[in-house]
């Protein structure tokens, strides 16, 4: 390993960061130069419009950080970006026509309708390999052509396509991110040019694909001024689950993961994609990672519930210490299980309200206090990680001893042991800033500041981290 620096850049659907990651003495450090909020904002045209992300006011404070680091590190070798999945900016002529929608953006379910009027959900799976959820991205632009938001338009570019194309000036698709838009054929990893004609998308909205750790350019002229410096940009794997599914610090091939942050994404790496029948009954997802594995997961809806509920009672009035309440919740004997997967909790509102009525029908208790909500969630999202874990490995065939759960949710004890409990299996916790970890040593490898395999990067992980076990306990449910 050669010592060095680099920068990645992390977007999250409700925070961002710009990290500096050292590489050094056979290990990682990443030091956070900033931090900044992701919120959505609802905006209204006539009587209605939708909810977009601020991508303006990201780019500023993504400038602002990189600003920091290159002025604590002045030697950077790179900048790389990744960010959540599904959304996308639409541009003409290298401008972007607006502020892109959030994927839980209303406008998406009448997408879902028009696209399966023109090929079946078998159809889309057996080339895509994806799940179905009403947020991803090929309803999501079926939405926008029956809109006629196309008109003008040249270039679809993901989030973080976008940044990067902000940065650079080179428009491309990274093929992580690109296998999670339902137009990616999972088999030759390229675009479907079959799949865009008949859903009556032009070929040339797709920007060419690129592999992470391909070289995209210097940084522009503009950029380069604003920031103080000349770095390159490199192609990460800018889905954000590609990234932390790199940070994984497994120790050999017997594990499944659980990437948990505003989504939680469950799963097994494999190499080779899983089409059958039962896979898609199963609602199961054949996304690409590094090196051209294949992430076989269920997409779950995460640490989401929990932070709508909190926003819920502090709109109330109410002040949520959210350490203590989860210490109150870990404290109760049990909790009531709902599905954590109902389509009725994508949306923002009043989360609490939803999960009771969501346990009512599954006959479960209603809670009434925020701990006995923080419990309920909890103890719903353990048994989600459990069913996928499990059902990923039947699927795939593929033996499971260990999970590993990264993210934001890998600080969360009481979470991390009902994972275990309801699982029969152990837990390994951490790293928290697996996405960032993965992005850094993806760039890492194409500096040439570290070699290898994905096995390789990993070691690199595990020598660098503190990770916290927890084992199953015997008194408790397994699902």
């Known amino acids: 390993m050669t010592s060095g620096y680099v920068a990645a850049i992390d977007l999250?659907?409700?925070?961002?960061?710009?990290?500096?990651?050292?590489?050094?003495?056979?290990?990682?450090?990443?030091?956070?130069?900033?931090?900044?909020?992701?919120?959505?904002?609802?905006?209204?045209?006539?009587?209605?419009?939708?909810?977009?992300?601020?991508?303006?006011?990201?780019?500023?404070?993504?400038?602002?950080?990189?600003?920091?680091?290159?002025?604590?590190?002045?030697?950077?070798?790179?900048?790389?970006?990744?960010?959540?999945?599904?959304?996308?900016g639409l541009l003409r002529g290298g401008a972007l026509l607006g502020n892109p929608y959030s994927h839980r953006d209303e406008r998406t379910a009448e997408g879902v309708r028009a696209t399966h009027e023109l090929v079946s959900r078998e159809e889309l799976f057996a080339v895509s390999g994806l799940q179905f959820m009403p947020i991803n991205t090929v309803y999501q632009l079926t939405a926008d052509r029956l809109a006629d938001r196309f008109q003008g338009g040249d270039t679809a570019l993901l989030i973080p396509d976008l940044i990067g194309y902000w940065l650079s000036g080179v428009s491309v698709a990274e093929r992580t991110n690109a296998s999670t838009t339902g137009l990616f054929d999972v088999r030759t990893r390229e675009w479907s040019?079959?799949?865009?004609?008949?859903?009556?998308?032009?070929?040339?909205?797709?920007?060419?694909?690129?592999?992470?750790?391909?070289?995209?350019?210097?940084?522009?002229?503009?950029?380069?001024?604003?920031?103080?410096?000349?770095?390159?940009?490199?192609?990460?794997?800018?889905?954000?689950?590609?990234?932390?599914?790199?940070?994984?610090?497994?120790l050999d091939d017997e594990y499944a993961y659980v990437s948990c942050g505003t989504w939680a994404l469950a799963g097994v790496e494999l190499e080779k994609p899983v089409l059958s029948e039962a896979a898609r009954v199963a609602n199961f997802t054949n996304e690409s990672g590094l090196d051209g594995r294949i992430?076989?997961?269920?997409?779950?809806?995460?640490?989401?519930?929990?932070?709508?509920?909190?926003?819920?009672?502090?709109?109330?009035?109410?002040?949520?210490?959210?350490?203590?309440?989860?210490?109150?919740?870990?404290?109760?004997?049990?909790?009531?299980?709902?599905?954590?997967?109902?389509?009725?909790?994508?949306?923002?509102?009043?989360?609490?309200?939803?999960?009771?009525?969501?346990?009512?029908?599954?006959?479960?208790?209603?809670?009434?206090?925020?701990?006995?909500?923080?419990?309920?969630?909890?103890?719903?999202?353990?048994?989600?990680?459990?069913?996928?874990?499990?059902?990923?490995?039947?699927?795939?065939?593929?033996?499971?001893?260990?999970?590993?759960?990264?993210?934001?949710?890998?600080?969360?004890?009481?979470?991390?042991?009902?994972?275990?409990?309801?699982?029969?299996?152990?837990?390994?916790?951490?790293?928290?800033?697996?996405?960032?970890?993965?992005?850094v040593l993806v760039q890492a490898r194409a500096a040439r500041l570290v070699s290898g395999s994905l096995e390789a990067l990993r070691a690199v992980i595990t020598r660098s981290v503190s990770l916290q076990r927890y084992e199953p306990r015997t008194d408790r449910p397994v699902s």
């Open 12 to 88: 999250g659907a409700t925070s961002g960061r710009v990290v500096v990651g050292r590489l050094d003495d056979n290990t990682v450090h990443l030091d956070v130069v900033e931090r900044f909020m992701n919120n959505p904002v609802r905006t209204w045209e006539g009587t209605t419009d939708g909810l977009h992300w601020n991508l303006l006011e990201l780019f500023r404070s993504i400038l602002l950080g990189l600003r920091k680091a290159a002025i604590d590190q002045p030697d950077l070798r790179s900048i790389g970006v990744d960010s959540w999945g599904l959304d996308y």
């Open 193 to 250: 040019t079959e799949l865009a004609d008949r859903l009556g998308f032009p070929a040339s909205l797709f920007p060419r694909l690129v592999d992470p750790g391909s070289t995209l350019g210097p940084l522009l002229p503009t950029v380069q001024a604003e920031i103080g410096a000349q770095i390159p940009v490199v192609a990460v794997g800018s889905h954000d689950t590609a990234s932390a599914v790199v940070g994984v610090p497994a």
């Open 295 to 439: 992430r076989f997961l269920r997409n779950i809806t995460g640490l989401w519930l929990q932070s709508e509920s909190i926003r819920t009672w502090e709109r109330e009035g109410h002040t949520v210490d959210l350490p203590a309440l989860i210490g109150a919740a870990a404290a109760l004997p049990s909790g009531s299980v709902f599905d954590a997967n109902d389509a009725r909790l994508l949306a923002p509102g009043d989360m609490p309200a939803r999960i009771a009525q969501c346990c009512v029908e599954a006959g479960q208790p209603v809670p009434h206090t925020p701990a006995e909500f923080v419990r309920a969630i909890n103890e719903s999202l353990a048994e989600a990680f459990a069913r996928a874990v499990r059902t990923a490995a039947e699927l795939s065939g593929k033996s499971v001893r260990v999970i590993h759960i990264v993210g934001g949710g890998s600080q969360n004890a009481l979470l991390c042991q009902l994972t275990a409990d309801r699982s029969g299996l152990p837990v390994i916790a951490g790293p928290v800033e697996a996405t960032a970890l993965g992005n």
